[in-house]
């Protein structure tokens, strides 16, 4: 488990000193003594106000204002109840780690609050030493205290006491999207489940996409696609989330941040981030979905590093498709659908943004895919022998190596 940190993000982006922007209620929020980022993108129903007029206050001010704004939609949480459900935080019910901190599984009974259901929760712990701080807690409790949608994960509350920052989310049985492509230990997804999360996952960024002031995730990958017993996809991990452009303005300009692999390239090069940002991102976890590779995996040679450029020749025709398809799979999979979704994959990491599909397109066209079932197995397409193995060979040695954040501090 400590190998893997999948809830690792960038640092990330939670106010701006540029265009003075923060939350209304929480203008006076008190650092910690970490190093946290500067940038926290306003949401619909919050009114700017200056950056300037933040101040140093105690967590029970904060608190206060948390409870004016969500009042029953989250529950505040004394730190003492999250360390008797986790037995301290005990490393046996440890569930990830990452650039926030750890987390862990816990049980909440009934008896704990009133309106609060029996069950299993996962507790985020904030390290102050960290990659992220107080006001990426801060974003994500806002960003997921006001949107509910069945394939974001559910926040169920919070807890800020002193310097200690935690969440309590809903638990997820299954883990992360990452954990089943990538992990050794893990049985290999089928073909109709990587179409029903891929499916999930891009009607949780439509949702977001199309809220009455777009919200741009900023951090889609593998590791913050969590998975239900049933295997429904939820976006987790909300601390990079942004407000999407207002009014004529064509993008939002921030700092750079993502993990190698994952970020479109217009947005490392120049700052500038859309809705198209977060397609580009869909666009490679598609492609880790069909070849079982990592987006970024710094064990292969050095041509093959790099998923997005090793796999784009093999995108466009159904005949080298077949080569780069999870060996995994043995020829359990649509034929049209893989090409179908390669090609969906192909228009998503198009390098110019206005070629990439909007997400109501890309959830027709995968949901088309659904009922398709000419199994390459039946259809003389497996196996597969091609001239040379460099290519064919496409076992998973990517479990060695964490992926790369980026740390990059460019401004357009």
Known sequence: MKESKPWKPFTANCCSAEDHTIFRNFSRCRTSRSDFSKNVA??????LISVSDISRTSSSRINEDLMQTFGQD???FQLTELRAITQNFSSSFLLGEGGFGT???GYVDENMRAGLK???????????????????WLAE???????????????IGYCCEDEERLLVYEFMPRGSLENHLFKRISVSLPWGTRLKISIGAAK?????HGAEKPVIYRDFKTSNILLDSEFNAKLSDFGLATMGPEGSETHVTTRVMGTYGYAAPEYVSTGHLTTKSDIYSFGVVLLELLTGRRAMDKTRAK?????????????????????IIDPRLLGQY?????????????????????????MPQIIETLEAVQPLRDMAVTCGHWPVSPKTGRNVSNGNNSMKKKESPVFVNRRA
Request: proline share 6%.
């Open 334 to 358: 649509s034929v049209k659908g893989a090409k179908e979704m390669a090609n969906l994959a192909l228009h998503c990491v198009s390098l110019n943004p206005k070629d990439r599909p909007k």
């Open 303 to 323: 041509t093959e590093q790099n998923l997005v450029e090793w796999s784009k020749p093999y995108l466009t025709s159904s005949r080298r498709l077949r080569y």
């Open 42 to 47: 306003p949401m619909p129903s919050f009114r």
């Open 204 to 208: 949780g960024l439509a949702f977001l």
């Open 74 to 76: 989250l529950f505040d």
């Open 141 to 155: 409790v806002i960003f997921l205290g006001q949107l509910r949608h069945p394939n974001l994960v559910k926040l």
């Open 118 to 136: 029996a069950q299993a929760v996962a507790v985020k712990l904030l390290d102050i030493e960290g990659l992220q701080g107080h006001r990426e």
């Open 103 to 105: 987390v862990h599984k």
